[in-house]
């Protein structure tokens, strides 16, 4: 019974973390699908904050509640940060490298034809350093098989081919380690399990320990 209480006590617990609306990366986030990490809580989602190393993406799955109003901008990564947007199943949905030939970091604005007439609900957000990018077969060895195509730098990138995202790789050294914040609008936390239903796994638990 003390098992299950204390139990219950740590998934309440979790449950409850969920009022702070800037999310920090605990552990490391993987970079496919499969080991994108969940941005759980409750309300808005205003920011990520995390890092990444030499040969690292971080990705994330957020709830964007408003994809007219939804925007994504990054800093970090030693000036040099790529933004990118998937859907579950890890096809590309747009990329941003730069804002500008002299600015670096990365924007995913408000209103891009790109995801502003998406329906709302669960996508992928991924984040990365210079030149590291996304590729559509677990082995790459051409250019075109990149997700997004590599040699566009500026604008809202839509993905040059359909495939998921199955690898990464970096295709030029430059800057590609070191924390970052991604400021966010129109989005919102993962909600966690709900009390209710918390409490009645917990009543399982207790009828099972009972037997």
Partial sequence: MRTAAIALFGLLAIAGTASASIYAEVP????????AQSVTGAG????????VTAGDADMFRIRIS?????????????????????NLDGTGIAKNDDISGSNFES??????????????GDYLLAIGGFAY???????PS???EAVFDANVFTGVQS??????????FQLVTGPSSGNYEITLTGAEFI?????????????LLAARRRR
């Fill in 107 to 120: 924007l995913l604005p408000v209103g891009a034809a790109q995801y502003a007439g998406l329906p709302a």
């Fill in 159 to 168: 993905p040059q081919n359909a495939g998921p995202v199955l690898s990464w």
């Fill in 28 to 35: 490391d986030a993987g970079e496919l699908p499969g080991t």
């Fill in 44 to 51: 808005a989602l205003t920011g990520i904050t995390g890092s």
């Fill in 142 to 144: 051409l250019l075109s």
């Fill in 66 to 86: 408003n994809p007219a109003a939804f925007s994504a901008a990054a800093t970090g990564i030693q000036g040099d940060t790529t933004l990118y947007l998937f």
């Fill in 133 to 139: 990018q996304p590729f559509s077969v677990a082995v």
């Fill in 191 to 203: 909600p966690a399990p709900s009390s209710a239903a918390l409490l009645g796994l917990g009543g």
